[in-house]
Nanobody
Framework: QVQLVESGGGLVQPGGSLKLSCRAS????????MTWYRQGPGKERELVAS???????QYADSVKGRFTISKDGAKRTVYLQMNSLKPEETGVYYC?????????WGQGTQVTVSS
């Protein structure tokens, strides 16, 4: 069973930065795609950024130019660098890894953007 562990969340002021990590129990190149999702209070889970095994990236329009998804195969980790954070980006950030139709989820990490 694939295990994913997210970390790096916390409290940050508007305009600040955080870097989230998602460590996998196996080689990240085993996955077709790894994706970061966000679920804000009272909101549905939404895609933030994704990265395919071929290094193709996709971002939500609202985060383009501010967030960067990347991976380190040696560390079995996918990152989400978040800059210029906004209060509306508060929520639990989840990491998803997919192998064809199978999806594996982490437990999430809380990000709170507030002054």
């Amino acid at each position: 069973q694939v295990q994913l562990v997210e970390s790096g969340g916390g409290l940050v002021q508007p305009g600040g930065s955080l870097k989230l990590s998602c460590r996998a129990s196996e080689n990240v190149y085993n996955f077709n795609q790894m994706t970061w999702y966000r679920q804000g209070p009272g909101k549905e889970r939404e895609l933030v950024a994704s990265l395919t095994v071929g290094d193709t990236t996709q971002y939500a329009d609202s985060v383009k130019g501010r967030f960067t998804i990347s991976k380190d195969g040696a560390k079995r980790t996918v990152y989400l660098q978040m800059n210029s954070l906004k209060p509306e980006e508060t929520g639990v950030y989840y990491c998803d890894a997919s192998i064809w139709s199978r999806h594996f989820w982490g437990q999430g990490t809380q990000v709170t953007v507030s002054s």
